[in-house]
């Protein structure tokens, strides 16, 4: 099996050194990711500027790796395009520092970089560490290598990817698997507004997440019952079910 | 009627100041706009660095405008969450230079905004107009305000926008407006490699779109009949139906 590795937390990120390493012991593993921290980029790509593109020795893992000076979806539109010499069997994203949780996947580089995976037809995976200090990385990375086993076997329908929220936790203290749907996902004060010693404003985006209890098949009431949620995804953006009410607009100008 | 506009395509550029003026003949209408072109930015918003804000005079508009350095969805965020005194009825978003079609969707900025209207509640609409030179931005103006005023009457169901492509042509020679599906993008020669003069390599996003014919019920095949397409647009990505599936894989490790 050949697997393709990425983030958006940067190519140093301890998350994937820990993941790519766990993966290599199911298939051949190649890495390409940014060159630093490209958190909340959505599904961004470059287009207004060129890309650039060094290869990087990571540690003793033996690893072929690039790190690109771009965002996640830059990475895997490079990596299939051009620097890989085989086509992946798999696309794994992360392991992200931080959850990638409901509403919140569509700000996410780690979920656009499998994301842009599945555009690709390629069966794709993001992982998360639901915690940002702490993370227990390498409960999540034996998790990550028992389901791209299991995946490479079952395959995915078209344009879709799962999205993994491992909670930080000893693997002892899981609670087990939870199939999910995304939740919603509310914040409040979303800015925090700063003067600075010049006496101009700037915003700093933060906000804290208004958390609901609900089912356990919501993604972020799983983790929180210390569950593993893996939430299936597609790509298909089309609201179908409107298409007949919009055709009896009268629309005509 | 209070509407936000906003773009991708940088506070200064033509199709958001005609789009502006064409809505001010059924509203309020107040700007809050990347200060600079953010093409291809997908969902992106900055959360490594704060955001700066700028009021702008628009030409003769007497429009309140504010230019802020970061993404659309900053853009929209900010404007809801600080900086407008009223919670809008519309977000509008555009006019577009350049086609905003099928799953390149998941790339746009000005589909980022309407999303996050979306995401608030708000009706949103993206606009664009389906040529990159010799835009007819006035057309797609005034196609906009004719939809807004039907959209604030009718309202969408929640998590719903209406992403709209308008040909770049006269009035006369627009063929009708067709209601459509986002449709399947085939992008090839994705990447221009080049090398620098200092002998370095370095690539260009660029490529070209595999056309395929198709039914008028596709997006990119409705606006190359010359119609203006509308496609509804949801923000449900948890793939319901594979659920169940799911569950039968043998996940615990």
Redesign the interface.
Known sequence: MRILVTNDDGILADGISILAQELLKIGEVEIVAPDR?R??????????R????NTVKLRDLGIKAWAVDGTP??CV??AI??LLEWKPDVVVSGINRGPNLG?D???SGTV?AA?EGA?YGIPSVAVSVAAFENCHYPVAA??SR??VS?LAE?G??PE?L?NVNVPSVDKRDLA??A????GARVWKD??E??VDPRG??????AGTVEEHEGDL?IDAVAVRHNM?S???????????D??DE??T?????
């Open positions: 921290e958190s909340a980029t959505g599904h961004a790509i470059t287009v207004l060129p890309l650039r593109i979806s830059d539109k490079l395009e051009d509403t996947v569509l700000y656009s994301i555009i034996e998790f028992n389901l299991i079952k995915l329908p879709t799962l087990g698997v199939i999910t749907k995304l979303v800015f507004r700063r101009r404003t700037y915003y700093w985006m098949d593993v893996i939430t299936p995804i597609h790509l298909d953006l089309t609201k179908h409107l298409i919009l055709r607009w009268d629309l005509e100008f």
